[in-house]
């Protein structure tokens, strides 16, 4: 009787890890589809020409070195295997937040040229050359984007769907309202130079008060990220001072389950804090 439980128990184990290994190859190849396919879009964004599948490579090499590195540290395989499964989604998200600073830079830097481009226009000068003469002397990453639309322009590309693929690179508010006001002084004539120095000073006020706000909720964006570094802190704290008392939390399923709801309490602390103070200008 005995050696047929341990021969059932044997088979639904066998029969399990057969299906978490299907399971993970499946997941692993649809986040590799997501990861290359992300990667190639974004980093041509950022104008970086790297070959996807080198760093897909690259991601996977890292990975395994924080498992075998947190799992010497900690002699904790869990802990290994959830510094790796961070190390995996660590690169979309950084391409995402590097996304996110260059349309805010560019923001930034829009304003300057609507102005430039305005006194050109009051000199004289159309649009398209106006904008040859301005946009060599921009940093990045104006430059790069209206360098790409002058480029466009040359290979024949109509001025208006130019400017609709600027809009679809860069989906900011700003390039909305620049691409809107020059596609209706091309169809519908205007005073373009005025309409630029409006939306210069609208981009510049918008972008006073965004700082303004960012000031006054520094406070509790610091708090969000002290509340939930604070947990993790005191448990190697305590894991030091009382290394058997908190073994129990790292062995037992009691103290997994514990570990579960403390990092799902911290997750959704730390967003409804983000969500509070992200203000919408």
């Known amino acids: 009787m005995m050696v047929i439980t341990v021969i059932g128990c044997l088979v639904v184990a066998g029969v399990l890890a057969w299906l978490a290994y299907g399971w993970v190859t499946v997941g692993l190849q649809r986040y590799h589809t997501a990861f290359t396919r992300q990667a190639e879009n974004r980093l041509e964004e950022f104008f970086l020409f790297l070959d996807p599948a080198q760093l897909w490579v690259a991601n996977l090499l890292v990975c395994a070195a924080l498992f075998v590195f947190v799992g010497l540290i900690t002699m904790n395989a869990w802990l290994g295997g959830a510094a790796a499964t961070a190390g995996l989604l660590a690169p979309r998200l950084m391409i995402a937040a590097l996304k996110r600073r260059r349309m805010a830079r560019f923001e930034a830097q829009l304003p300057d040229l609507l102005l430039s481009l305005a006194g050109a226009l009051r000199a004289g000068s159309a649009v398209p050359t106006a904008?040859?003469?301005?946009?060599?002397?921009?940093?990045?990453?104006?430059?790069?984007?209206?360098g790409l639309l002058l480029r466009e322009q040359r290979m024949g590309v109509g001025f208006e769907q130019a400017l609709t693929q600027l809009y679809g690179r860069v989906p900011t508010e700003g390039t909305a309202l620049l691409v809107s006001a020059l596609k209706i002084a091309v169809n519908n004539g205007g005073n373009l130079a005025e309409t630029l120095e409006r939306i210069a000073n609208t981009l510049r006020s918008?972008?006073?008060?965004?700082?303004?706000?960012?000031?006054?909720?520094?406070?509790?964006?610091?708090?969000?990220?002290?509340?939930?570094?604070?947990?993790?802190?005191?448990?190697?704290?305590?894991?030091?001072?009382e290394p058997h008392a908190m073994s129990l939390l790292w062995t037992t399923p009691m103290g997994w389950g514990v570990i579960v709801v403390v990092l799902v309490l911290e997750v959704a602390g730390f967003l409804l804090i983000r969500r509070i103070v992200a203000i919408e200008v």
């Open 131 to 146: 904008l040859r003469h301005i946009v060599p002397r921009s940093p990045s990453p104006l430059a790069q984007e209206f």
């Open 206 to 241: 918008r972008l006073h008060l965004q700082g303004r706000i960012r000031a006054l909720t520094s406070q509790g964006r610091l708090q969000a990220w002290v509340m939930a570094a604070l947990p993790f802190f005191l448990a190697l704290v305590l894991s030091g001072l």
